[in-house]
């Protein structure tokens, strides 16, 4: 069974400081994706990693997916208040056509001003 | 916009009762998604629909049924609510493959008593 497990599970910071956030499995996948979720709303999709080692950066937050394509993280330079959320990553399971994703279980980010 | 619609938005249902919850996506989606949303536990696939016409189970099945009505619809029913079935239900809509990630609506709190 495909298990991604995040960490930490909640964290609460001041503004201007960097965090990282980890997801990590003891399987392959094929592609990652980190979703950011507000209170009330649905998940909304960030980024996709899909080669070993590769580093995508989109403004403060910088991905990337490990070398053996078991594990992700997510660093946010700065945080500001408007970074707070719910991130999840997900990765892909079961057959591939079916598009089925299975998610951790979520860090919960509290950017205090 | 174009995007994923669910209603209701919020629902409270006494144990025993049936309910619908609906889902419309305009992104000429092929593939759909129900998954639940519980504290600490992420999100969990109850059903899918790979394709218009095909449906299937996901991890989490037990006390739901699903319709794929057409390609824009995909509909999720309780039979007979219980209590266990207290959660936030999340459509999600794809285009294949996985990669390009999920578009999802803004979620059904549903609250069985």
């Known amino acids: 069974t495909q298990l991604l497990e995040q960490s930490p599970q909640f964290l609460s910071i001041q503004e201007g400081e960097n965090l990282t956030v980890y997801c990590n499995s003891s399987s392959v996948f094929s592609s990652l994706q980190w979703y950011r979720q507000e209170p009330g709303e649905g998940p909304v999709l960030l980024v996709t990693?899909?080669?070993?080692?590769e580093v995508k950066k989109l403004k403060r937050l910088t991905f990337q997916f490990g070398d053996a394509r078991k594990d992700s993280s997510l660093h946010i330079t700065a945080a500001q208040p408007g970074d707070t959320g719910l991130y999840l990553c997900?990765?892909?399971?079961?057959?591939?056509?079916?598009?089925?994703?299975?998610f951790g279980q979520g860090t919960t980010l509290q950017v205090k001003p | 916009n174009a995007g994923v619609t669910q209603t209701p938005k919020f629902q409270v249902l006494k144990t025993g009762q049936s309910m619908t919850l609906q889902c419309a996506q305009d992104?000429?989606?092929?593939?759909m998604y129900w998954y639940r949303q519980d504290p600490g536990m992420g999100l969990r696939l109850i059903y899918y629909s790979a394709s218009e016409g095909t449906t299937d189970k996901g991890e989490v099945p037990n006390g739901y049924n699903v319709s794929r009505l057409n390609k824009r619809e995909f509909s999720l029913r309780l039979e007979s609510a219980a209590p266990s079935q207290t959660s936030v239900y999340f459509c999600?809509?794809?285009?294949?493959?996985?990669?390009?990630?999920?578009?999802f609506g803004s979620g059904t709190r549903l609250t069985v008593v």
């Open positions: 992104m000429n989606h092929n593939s």
């Open positions: 997900a990765g892909p399971f079961g057959s591939s056509n079916t598009g089925k994703l299975i």
């Open positions: 990693v899909v080669t070993g080692g």
């Open positions: 999600a809509s794809s285009a294949a493959p996985t990669y390009y990630g999920y578009t």
